[in-house]
T-cell receptor, first 112, second 110 residues
Framework: DAGVIQSPRHEVTEMGQEVTLRCKPISGHDYLFWYRQTMMRGLELLIYFNNNVPIDDSGMPEDRFSAKMPNASFSTLKIQPSEPRDSAVYFC??????????FGNGTRLTVT | GEDVEQSLFLSVREGDSSVINCTYTDSSSTYLYWYKQEPGAGLQLLTYIFSNMDMKQDQRLTVLLNKKDKHLSLRIADTQTGDSAIYFCAVSGSARQLTFGSGTQLTVLP
């Protein structure tokens, strides 16, 4: 299995621009998670899906953030408009029910 | 909510054993995990333990769980330079999501 695949690996954008991060979970996994990692706050859960349905989005920082999972093999995290404080590494992870989370290699976002 | 604590740094000599400690607050935690993160990479699952177990061994890795004290440890035997990384403890409770500790930076000295 190829594991969880995220794209792009690096994204540099200017403040105010729209950013879209993409994730392909491991085939057959029914849970998908988006995490953000920063030096100051560590790993934070933003949102997670079960069978393509958002279950808990309480970690999404504000309305500028949105996430979708149109099918079992694809999810996006969108930031519009982006701000410098959104700079972080964004991880996608997937799992089977009650199983461990498997993480992608992350997208390093820099907003200037 | 759940709180997970780890010490930030640990240094050991190559060949020695490393012990990374973690404490948590939610007694209903069902699964407890150890992840490894190398620079520029994602989190790699190392091992995990169910809350009804006290110990799990997997090659050089030994996980100990003390439910009474809510304490989890990861022992790495014969630590090598390739083990230098950040190690995260994570616990799952009644909800599906994991709560992560702040990570322990392990440095292996030659």
């Amino acid at each position: 299995d190829a594991g969880v695949i995220q794209s792009p690996r690096h994204e540099v954008t200017e403040m105010g621009q729209e950013v879209t991060l993409r994730c392909k979970p491991i085939s057959g996994h029914d849970y998908l998670f988006w995490y953000r990692q920063t030096m100051m706050r560590g790993l934070e859960l933003l949102i997670y899906f079960n069978n393509n349905v958002p279950i808990d989005d309480s970690g999404m920082p504000e309305d500028r953030f949105s996430a979708k999972m149109p099918n079992a093999s694809f999810s996006t995290l969108k930031i519009q408009p982006s701000e410098p404080r959104d700079s972080a590494v964004y991880f996608c992870a997937s799992s089977l029910y009650q199983g461990p989370l498997h993480f992608g290699n992350g997208t390093r976002l820099t907003v200037t | 909510g759940e709180d997970v604590e780890q010490s930030l740094f640990l240094s050991v000599r190559e060949g020695d054993s490393s012990v990374i400690n973690c404490t948590y607050t939610d007694s209903s935690s069902t699964y407890l995990y150890w992840y490894k993160q190398e620079p520029g990479a994602g989190l790699q699952l190392l091992t995990y333990i169910f809350s009804n177990m006290d110990m799990k061994q997997d090659q050089r890795l030994t996980v100990l769980l003390n439910k009474k004290d809510k304490h989890l440890s990861l022992r790495i035997a014969d630590t090598q330079t390739g083990d230098s990384a950040i190690y995260f403890c994570a616990v799952s409770g009644s909800a599906r999501q994991l709560t992560f500790g702040s990570g322990t930076q392990l440095t292996v000295l030659p």
